[in-house]
């Protein structure tokens, strides 16, 4: 298969000023090393302020890094720039949470989906045409014709939501992330909305981040889970294996919070999880999730960071526990 995105000790860090002379160091991802194979879904789940939407901006080059690595299909991209930043940015696209930010509210549907594609070059009318209407139709916008003039305050928010994947899709782009892609979409379009995002990835063998804080659709959405925590990644395996069995401490938590296995009766629901996820500006010393853990081990885990230590071919954890 081949990975597609792998990463190597990645770190991205912001850097708050707290006054003239100090400031501190958020470490929004601190230390990732992951990799996604060709048409694979990678779900990656946690808490609020966990660290993926900056991982995920991380790997479509959208974020400083700080240190580590970034390979697409096996090259360095961690330094690309001018054409080479450009081409990669033609293979890899992104699907955010709130339509709103990533679709202009003063251009039609026509101009907002073409306009990729006269970003990437694609000269001729027809052929752009042609692509337009192809990533209409993957999104059932349909009839494709009615959905071209319209402005997207004329559409709902599962179809402006469509709009965003077509805008994404119309380049046929190898690697996707979709950042909570259905969280801003009323319920009753999520699970219809997810299972248009899984078909198209699988049909084309795209390989997918898919970001959300929700295991349940985790579940159903993704081949593979790395559940990330203050950032870092503390668990990683295939779906049905962390679903049934987690590991982590983190990842049991995070599981016992989830109420319905139908992605269309969930509720928002908060973690059982005690305490409240802490600040990436103040990680703990030693394993960072020892002050909420349950199996907390005494001048173990509050001392030395676990690394993510692999138990099998697909099975990672983090934990001294294990
Ligand atoms: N541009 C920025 N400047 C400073 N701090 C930032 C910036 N972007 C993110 N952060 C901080 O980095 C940490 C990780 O944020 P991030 O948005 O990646 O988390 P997340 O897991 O996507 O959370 P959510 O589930 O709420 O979307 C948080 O502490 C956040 O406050
Ligand atoms: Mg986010």
Not at 28 to 46: P, W
Not at 71 to 79: A, E, H, K, S, Y
Not at 159 to 172: D, G, H, P, T
Not at 246 to 272: C, F, I, M, Q
Request: aromatic share 8%; charged share 30%.
């Amino acid at each position: 298969m081949g990975e597609v995105i792998e990463t190597r000790e990645l770190k991205v860090y912001f850097f708050l000023r707290r006054s003239l002379f100090r400031q501190r160091a958020v470490k929004a991802v601190d230390g990732v090393s992951l990799r996604i194979e060709r048409g694979e879904t990678l779900a990656l789940v946690g808490e609020s302020g966990s660290g993926k939407t900056t991982l995920g901006r991380a790997l479509l080059r959208l974020v400083e890094l700080r240190d580590g690595v970034v390979l697409f299909r096996g090259r360095d991209i961690t330094g690309l720039k001018g054409k080479g930043l450009k081409s990669f940015r033609r293979s890899a696209q992104a699907i955010f949470q709130d339509p709103y930010s990533s679709i202009s509210p003063y251009m039609n549907i026509y101009d907002i989906v073409s306009e990729p594609l006269l970003i990437h070059r694609v000269k001729e009318k027809e052929k752009r045409e042609k692509m337009l209407f192809r990533a209409l139709e993957q999104v059932n916008l349909l009839p494709v014709r009615e959905i071209l003039y319209k402005y997207p305050h004329n559409l709902s928010g599962g179809q402006r939501q469509r709009v965003s994947i077509a805008r994404a899709m119309v380049l046929e782009p190898e690697f996707v992330v979709a950042d909570e892609p259905v969280s801003m979409v009323d319920a009753s379009n999520r699970a219809e909305i997810l299972y248009l995002l899984r078909n198209l990835q699988k049909e084309k063998s795209i390989t997918f981040l898919y970001i959300t804080h929700d295991l349940a659709s985790a579940r159903h959405f993704s081949d593979r889970i790395a559940v990330m925590y203050l950032g870092t990644i503390v668990e990683t395996g295939i779906t049905g294996r962390v679903i049934e069995e987690p590991l982590h401490p983190y990842t049991r938590g995070l599981l016992a919070s989830v109420p319905e296995p139908d992605p269309l009766n969930r509720k928002k629901l908060r973690p059982l999880i005690p305490g409240e996820p802490p600040s990436a500006s103040d990680v703990p010393s030693g394993c960072p999730f020892h002050p909420r853990c349950s199996d907390f081990i005494e001048r173990l885990c509050d001392k030395a960071r676990p690394s993510l230590k692999e138990l099998s071919p697909e099975r990672s954890v983090a934990c001294h526990l294990f």
